[in-house]
């Protein structure tokens, strides 16, 4: 073995072991050159979920309910300037029929997620999620954003189990500058308000913002070990045509590989999927993902005729497929990487 690749062994064994990794040793991967030291960091990610997690995928049906959004993210295809996207919001009776689309395919979590609608009617949501909890034997997992506490305990107490909110980046300054009219330490406090109602918490990152570095990104992977989050979602950015990003280059696959590598390596046990946001890059992103880390796979369930008004970024993969489609390609892929799919709700290993 020559001396970078030992040397490379000896960072990841430190990263590994230390309770939080130091950023320079997790510098040293992101910025690395040599493509066999990249090859080293994904292996031992990919060793490191079958050490953790075992072999199996856990599969989370998406049902993205609601496009209106109050919010102004820069980067995002919802923000509420873009005049030129259809709106919809889907009715109970649709989403309890996405639900039983979801169930039909014996997956047993379901992902609700929505702009964030200033309609959004908290008792509403709360009969939503008591009826899917009494109609199936299924984890619900929400993902609308930041809202106060009495909101988030009043879903909690109606079964919803888990909650997915990204920090995005945790450099507050370029978060700043990315979300007009927000703030960084409302997101903080809306995670940690989650956590202390007792759900699983999920954050996570985009990669390749304009302005982000690898200083930034080292620091949010020891973000995410200090916060001990149950799931982590990291996609790359996609530029989007209709916002004021639009000039931007989108986010390198590769990076995000990395990131998502080292995350594996520290948070060992988390759930990590690879992302719609990496899959829908041009290459074989999604089974790159699996990997070096990843273990869960997200097929959407929005109806199709709603699924390209929900256009957080263009070209989603998979938009004219129904949910029941999507998912068959998904097995396929997993048995493609001798991975199987694993049924049950997939809480994080304790
Ligand atoms: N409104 C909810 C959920 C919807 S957006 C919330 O704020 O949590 C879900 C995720 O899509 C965001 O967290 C963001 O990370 C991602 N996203 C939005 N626009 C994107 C883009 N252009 N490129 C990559 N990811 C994007």
């Known amino acids: 073995m020559n001396d970078e690749i030992h ?17 320079s040793d997790l510098e040293y991967f992101l910025a690395a050159s040599n493509q066999s030291i990249i090859e080293r960091l994904y292996s031992r990610a990919d060793s490191a979920r079958k050490r953790h997690i075992g072999n199996g995928i856990y599969l989370r049906g998406l ?52 702009g964030e609608d200033d309609s959004l009617d908290h008792i509403w949501m709360r009969d939503l999620i008591s009826e899917i909890r009494n109609r199936h034997n299924m984890a619900v997992t929400l993902s609308l954003g930041e809202w106060e506490y009495q909101a988030y305990a009043l879903w909690k107490e109606a079964g919803a189990n888990r909650y997915l909110l990204k920090i995005e980046t945790t450099d507050r300054d370029l978060y700043d500058r990315l979300h007009p009219g927000m703030s960084h330490q409302n997101r903080l406090r809306c995670l940690r308000d989650l956590r202390s109602l007792g759900y699983e918490v999920g954050s996570g990152i985009i990669v390749g913002l304009r302005g982000q570095t690898v200083a930034s990104l080292c620091r949010d992977i020891q973000f995410f070990k200090e916060e001990n989050l149950d799931m982590i ?60 880390g990843a273990n869960v796979l997200m097929p959407i369930f929005t109806p199709v005729l709603h699924k390209s008004s929900y256009e957080i970024y263009p070209d989603r993969s998979c938009t004219n497929e129904e949910g029941v489609q999507y998912a068959e390609c998904l097995f396929r892929l997993a048995e493609s990487l001798n991975r199987h799919i694993d049924y049950s709700k997939g809480d994080r290993k304790k």
């Open 233 to 292: 979602g990291i996609g790359p950015f996609i530029s989007h045509p209709s916002t004021e990003l639009c000039k931007e280059s989108s986010g390198d696959a590769e990076m995000t590989l990395r990131v998502l590598a080292l995350t594996r390596i520290v948070t060992k046990t988390t759930n990590i999927p690879a992302t719609t946001a990496i899959a829908s890059l041009d290459g074989d992103f999604r089974s790159q993902a699996l990997k070096c």
């Open 63 to 114: 049902i993205e309910f609601s496009s209106f959004c109050r919010n102004r993210c820069l980067y995002c295809g919802l923000n509420r300037n873009n005049t030129s996207l259809a709106r919809y919001r889907m009715t109970s009776e649709e989403i309890l029929k996405a639900v039983d689309s979801v169930a039909s395919c014996r997956i047993s979590t379901v992902v609700l997620q929505s």
């Open 7 to 23: 040397h490379a062994e000896e960072f990841l064994d430190r990263i590994e072991q230390d309770d939080t990794p130091a950023g």
